[in-house]
C-alpha cells in the first residue's frame, strides 16, 4: 500500500489508515500458515486482505462524495440567499428545487468528468474485483466442490469448449458450401 | 408552495398514478417486420417495405452492443425505421439479442467478421445485389468501419450515426472515465458483463436529472383538464412514451466480455483504431480501405460520443464522395427527437437515394457530379420511381409487429 507523500487531507489520513493496518494487524493477515489446511488458510487471509483494500477504496469514495455533496450545499446555499427574501416565501417552491437541481447537477457532473474521480472510480472497480473474484474462488473452493456441486469455473470450461467447436463447426460449414459451389461450378457433363 | 400549488402537485400525482395503472400497452418495435436470419442469439431483421418497389440497395441498420436497436423504433409516430421505410428504402436491421454464458468467450472478430459478415451475405442473397448500405449506429457505426475496412466489396454505401472512432478526447465521460477502467479484471470476474453495470455507468453521466429529475418533470407534464378527452389522450400517449423510454433505459443486454475487453483496451485505451493499427483475427484494419461513399452523421450536444470523436473519420477514409452532417441535438434525440423525423432521416434519404441505384443499373448512365452531392436529388431517380430490383424470392409478410 502507499506510503505517506500526499499533502491531501484526506490522501493523509487513508495512507495513514493503510499504514497501521499494514504495521499491526496486516501482519498476521499475511503471516505464513501451517498445518493441513494451510492452503485454504491461506486463500482466505489473502481473501481478507482484498476485504480490506475494497474497504479502504470504498471509504475514499465515499468522502469524496460527501466532499462534493458539502461543495453543492454551498453552492446552493450561495444561490437561494440572492434568490429568497430572508423570509423565504412557499411561493418559491418550484424556483428552489429548479435551483437544488440545476445546482446540485452541475456541481456533482463537474466531479464526474474529473481525473480524480476516474481515477479513484478506476481503482474501486479493480479493489471491488480482486474481492469479489477471491470470494468466489473461496466459496467455490468451500462450499460448492466439497458439495459436488458444479461450480462457475466448470460451466465457463464448458463453455469455451461449445464456442470453440461451434467456431469450427461454422468455418467447416463455410468451406463445404464454398468447395461445394466451386464444384458444381467446374463440374463436367459426361460424355454419352 | 402555496395552497394552490400544493393542491395541483398532488392532483397531478394522482391523477399520473391512476393513469399508470390504466394504461395496458406501451409496446415497442412495432414497425412490421420479419425474421429472416438467425445466428446463435443474432437475429437479422426485415422490415416490410410500405412503398411497392423500394430502392433496389438495401440497408443494413448495425446498432451498438450496449443496448437495445428498438430505440430506432420506439414510437409508432418517431420510428426511424419507419421513416426510411416510407422513404423507398429496404430496411434491415441486427437483433444482436442477450449474450448468454458463451457470450463470454465473443471477440469483436466474431461479430464483425462473423455476424455481421453473415447478414449482409444473407442481405445480398436475397436482395440478389453484390452490395448493400451500411448504417452503423453508436458503437454499431464502430463496428460497421471496421466491416466496410476488412469487406469493401460488399458495402455500396457506409452512414455513421453518432460513431466515435477516434477514442483520444476528454469530451465524453466515458472517454474520461474508460482511462482509468481495468477491463481485465472486470471481464475475468463477470466473464459476462451485466448491463446493469453499464447502466450505473450510464446513469452516473448526470445522476440527478436521470434519477429525480427525470420523474419530476414527468409528473409536471400532466395536464389536469376534467372531462376534456383530447388532454386524457394526450396525458395517456406522453406516459406511454415515457414508458418506451423507461423500458428502452434500463433493457440494457449484458456485454461479451472479451468483446468488451478489446473495445476497451484497443479502443478506448490505445485508440487504435484511427491509427490502423487495431487488428481483429490476425488481419490489421485500415482505414484508408474504405472508399465507398460515406455520410458521417452528428449530434452536437452529444455528451456520450462528442464530435471530436466521429469527426476525424472522413479524413482517415480514402472516400472522395463524403460528407458530414450535425444536427443540433444529443445522443438519444437523433433518434427519437423531434429533429430525427422532421431533419436527421430526412437528410439521410435525401443524401441515400442517388446512392441506392446497383452498380450493374449504372453501367450506361453517367452519374454526373451534380448527383453526389448531398443536398439535391437528380432528375432520373425521385422518390415515387425508384430503380425496379431485380426479381427476389417471394417471402412472407406480416400484419402484425413482431412479438416482443
Not at chain 1, 116 to 124: D, M, V, Y
Not at chain 2, 212 to 226: A, G, H, M, S, T
Request: hydrophobic share 35%; proline share 5%.
Amino acid at each position: 500500500m502507499d506510503k505517506i507523500d500526499s499533502k491531501n487531507t484526506q490522501d493523509f489520513f487513508f495512507s495513514l489508515w493503510s499504514n497501521f493496518y499494514e504495521d499491526s494487524f496486516g501482519k498476521l493477515v499475511t503471516m505464513p500458515t501451517l498445518g493441513p489446511k494451510r492452503e485454504e488458510s491461506e486463500k482466505l487471509m489473502k481473501g481478507f486482505s482484498t476485504f480490506v483494500n475494497f474497504y479502504t477504496a470504498l471509504m475514499k469514495s465515499n468522502a469524496n462524495f460527501q466532499s462534493v455533496f458539502m461543495k453543492a450545499m454551498g453552492n446552493m446555499s450561495d444561490k437561494t440567499i440572492s434568490e429568497m427574501d430572508k423570509d423565504p416565501s412557499p411561493d418559491k417552491y418550484r424556483a428552489f428545487y429548479k435551483i437544488w437541481i440545476e445546482t446540485y447537477s452541475g456541481t456533482f457532473n463537474e466531479f464526474l468528468k474529473s481525473e480524480l474521480f476516474s481515477s479513484e472510480n478506476g481503482k474501486l472497480m479493480s479493489a471491488f474485483m480482486d474481492f469479489q473474484k477471491h470470494s468466489k474462488d473461496i466459496f467455490e473452493e468451500n462450499y460448492l466442490k466439497p458439495m459436488n456441486l458444479p461450480t462457475k469455473t466448470d460451466i465457463d470450461e464448458i463453455n469455451k469448449e461449445l464456442y470453440i467447436l461451434r467456431k469450427t463447426v461454422k468455418e467447416l460449414t463455410k468451406q463445404i458450401k464454398e468447395l461445394s459451389e466451386k464444384n458444381n461450378s467446374t463440374a463436367v457433363t459426361p460424355l454419352e | 408552495m402555496n395552497k394552490l400549488e400544493s393542491i395541483e402537485f398532488f392532483e397531478k400525482f394522482s391523477h399520473g398514478m391512476t393513469l399508470f395503472s390504466q394504461l395496458s400497452d406501451f409496446s415497442v418495435g412495432t414497425t412490421p417486420a420479419e425474421v429472416v436470419y438467425t445466428e446463435d442469439t443474432m437475429k437479422l431483421i426485415h422490415y416490410i417495405p410500405t412503398v411497392k418497389k423500394p430502392f433496389a440497395v438495401p440497408i443494413l441498420v448495425v446498432y451498438a452492443l450496449v443496448n437495445r436497436y428498438y430505440i430506432l423504433d420506439l414510437q409508432p409516430d418517431k420510428s426511424v425505421m419507419k421513416k426510411l421505410l416510407d422513404e423507398g428504402f429496404d430496411v434491415y436491421v441486427l437483433d444482436w439479442g442477450y449474450p448468454t454464458g458463451i457470450g463470454k468467450y465473443l471477440t469483436i472478430d466474431d461479430h464483425v467478421n462473423g455476424y455481421i459478415n453473415n447478414a449482409v451475405d444473407k442481405i445480398r442473397e436475397i436482395s440478389a445485389v453484390d452490395k448493400i448500405t451500411i448504417l452503423g449506429v453508436c458503437q454499431g457505426g464502430t463496428f460497421s468501419v471496421m466491416y466496410a475496412a476488412l469487406h469493401p466489396e460488399k458495402v455500396k454505401n457506409l452512414i455513421t450515426l453518432v460513431a466515435p472512432i477516434n477514442f483520444d478526447t476528454n469530451k465524453g465521460l466515458l472517454h474520461v472515465w474508460a482511462k482509468n477502467l481495468d477491463v481485465d479484471r472486470i471481464v475475468d470476474y463477470f466473464g459476462v458483463v451485466p448491463g446493469d453495470v453499464l447502466n450505473i455507468g450510464f446513469m452516473l453521466a448526470d445522476p440527478f436529472r436521470t434519477m429525480i429529475d427525470k420523474y419530476v418533470d414527468l409528473f409536471e407534464r400532466i395536464e389536469i383538464k376534467p372531462g376534456d378527452e383530447e388532454s386524457q389522450r394526450k396525458n395517456e400517449e406522453m406516459i406511454r412514451n415515457f414508458l418506451r423510454m423507461e423500458k428502452w433505459i434500463f433493457d440494457s443486454p449484458d456485454q461479451p466480455g472479451e468483446t468488451l475487453r478489446q473495445f476497451v483496451k484497443d479502443c478506448y485505451q490505445n485508440n487504435l483504431l484511427i491509427k490502423n493499427a487495431m487488428v481483429l483475427n490476425g488481419q490489421k484494419i485500415n482505414l484508408k480501405n474504405i472508399t465507398m461513399p460515406l455520410l458521417n452523421v452528428m449530434a452536437e450536444f452529444d455528451h456520450l460520443v462528442p464530435n471530436e470523436a466521429s469527426k476525424p473519420l472522413n479524413d482517415a477514409v480514402s472516400s472522395s464522395d463524403k460528407e458530414t452532417l450535425v444536427f443540433k441535438t444529443g445522443h438519444i434525440g437523433i433518434f427519437v427527437g423531434s429533429k430525427s423525423q422532421k431533419e436527421v432521416c430526412p437528410k439521410i434519404a435525401e443524401w441515400l437515394r442517388p446512392r441506392s441505384i446497383p452498380d450493374e443499373a449504372k453501367k450506361d448512365k453517367t452519374v454526373s457530379d451534380e448527383a453526389k452531392k448531398v443536398k439535391t436529388i437528380p432528375d432520373e431517380v425521385t422518390k415515387d420511381k425508384p430503380t425496379p430490383a431485380k426479381p427476389r424470392e417471394q417471402r412472407r409478410t406480416t400484419t402484425q409487429g413482431r412479438a416482443q
